[in-house]
T-cell receptor, first 111, second 112 residues
Framework: DGGITQSPKYLFRKEGQNVTLSCEQN?????MYWYRQDPGQGLRLIYY???????QKGDIAEGYSVSREKKESFPLTVTSAQKNPTAFYLC??????????FGDGTRLSIL | GQQLNQSPQSMFIQEGEDVSMNCTSS?????WLWYKQEPGEGPVLLIA?????ELTSNGRLTAQFGITRKDSFLNISASIPSDVGIYFC????????????FGDGTTLTVKP
């Protein structure tokens, strides 16, 4: 079945450590997105990519980095510069003007 | 940037009641979307609206694309416990293919 896979489901980070969240899709979608969701709040856009080897900052890109070396993959790195990284992270993808499809999220916590 | 105001923020209703929530925007959208998110999961698309004035149903759910293209509503009829979750509206404009602006969500609680 086609879909978007995010891994791991739960992730723990020590202070000062970088961590990378995985997002893979086999839907042949050109565009991929990363969102951050805090309790009781909506989705805030971190980074997005509309084509391989190109990506743009969203509304809250500071402390995050991404790469888009393959169409299927859009990993997100939460760097040590992100001072409040505890959140639920959602990856989405879409083709053209079609609605975005979401993965099941990764919950990141600080040890 | 574009902003969406979604209301109400939360709703507590009795099973069997009807529910209505809406989104308004300061700017025009070409597409309105409604998603549902259950705890610990990603949002799932419920209804997509592509034309001003369009009224679309999906089972007990009905959504409309406002005539001004700046608003949309979602109704749920005869609510059941599994309707619990967070409902998000999202708008898309043709100038930025696929990129969506999301509302802050309406959290729905249904009491049996």
């Amino acid at each position: 079945d086609g879909g978007i896979t995010q891994s791991p489901k739960y992730l723990f980070r020590k202070e000062g450590q970088n961590v990378t969240l995985s997002c893979e899709q086999n839907l042949n979608h050109d565009a991929m997105y990363w969102y951050r969701q805090d309790p009781g709040q909506g989705l805030r856009l971190i980074y997005y990519s509309q084509i391989v080897n190109d990506f743009q900052k969203g509304d809250i890109a500071e402390g995050y980095s991404v790469s888009r070396e393959k169409k299927e993959s859009f990993p997100l790195t939460v760097t040590s510069a992100q001072k409040n990284p505890t959140a639920f992270y959602l990856c989405a993808s879409c083709r053209g003007n079609q609605p975005q499809h979401f993965g099941d999220g990764t919950r990141l916590s600080i040890l | 940037g574009q902003q969406l105001n979604q209301s109400p923020q939360s709703m507590f209703i009795q099973e069997g009641e009807d529910v209505s929530m809406n989104c308004t925007s300061s700017s025009i959208f070409n597409t309105w979307l409604w998603y549902k998110q259950e705890p610990g999961e990603g949002p799932v698309l419920l209804i997509a609206l592509y034309k001003a004035g369009e009224l679309t149903s999906n089972g007990r759910l009905t959504a409309q694309f406002g005539i001004t293209r700046k608003d949309s509503f979602l109704n749920i009829s005869a609510s059941i416990p599994s309707d619990v979750g967070i409902y998000f509206c999202a708008g898309q404009s043709n100038t930025n293919a696929g990129k969506s602006t999301f509302g802050d969500g309406t959290t729905l609680t249904v009491k049996p």
